[in-house]
């Protein structure tokens, strides 16, 4: 859930990658979405709560997960839903506590669907080439940086 207005100036294909970096990391390791990311047109962070930190092996496997669907061309759309349905498809345990009897529902095809407030493409292939650019492990929490290039 990506509700708390975390950056005034997106960049809409980073916060849509960060809609499937999110969704990747809950059908890879089990995790909820991240609750603490930074997201900017150079680079980003999510940061993730997990037993161990993930393999190489693993992280390779997040970043051709993440550009598959990318290159699935995916439209991303959004719709509006009163609270009470919002509720029985997505994880509304972030939302704040003064928040609207209707959600915004942003869906990257049938890949994802999460209550959000902030901009986005109208496609996956407008977002480009996602790169893993580092990641450390601390105390349960793996935080990953990265970053959009070309195609």
Not at 9 to 38: D, K, V, W
Not at 70 to 77: K, M, N
Request: hydrophobic residues 35%; contains cysteine; glycine residues 6%.
């Amino acid at each position: 859930m990506e509700l708390n207005g975390h950056n005034k100036q997106e960049y809409p294909p980073m916060h849509t990658a960060e809609h499937i970096l999110n969704q990747t990391m809950q059908r890879i390791f089990g995790c909820p979405r991240s609750r603490n990311a930074h997201i900017e047109r150079k680079k980003s962070k999510c940061d993730y709560f997990l037993a161990e930190a993930p393999t190489e092996e693993q992280i390779g496997q997040i970043e051709e997960r993440v550009n598959a669907v990318i290159d699935s061309y995916l439209p991303v759309t959004e719709e509006f839903l009163p609270l009470a349905e919002a509720a029985e498809m997505v994880d509304l345990s972030k939302l704040p506590d003064n928040v609207p009897e209707t959600l915004r529902i942003v869906r990257v095809g049938d890949y994802d669907a999460c209550a959000c407030i902030g901009a986005h493409v109208g496609n996956t292939s407008e977002i480009g080439r996602f790169k893993i650019i580092s990641h450390d492990y601390e105390n349960g929490r793996w935080r990953v940086r990265f970053k959009l290039e070309e195609n």
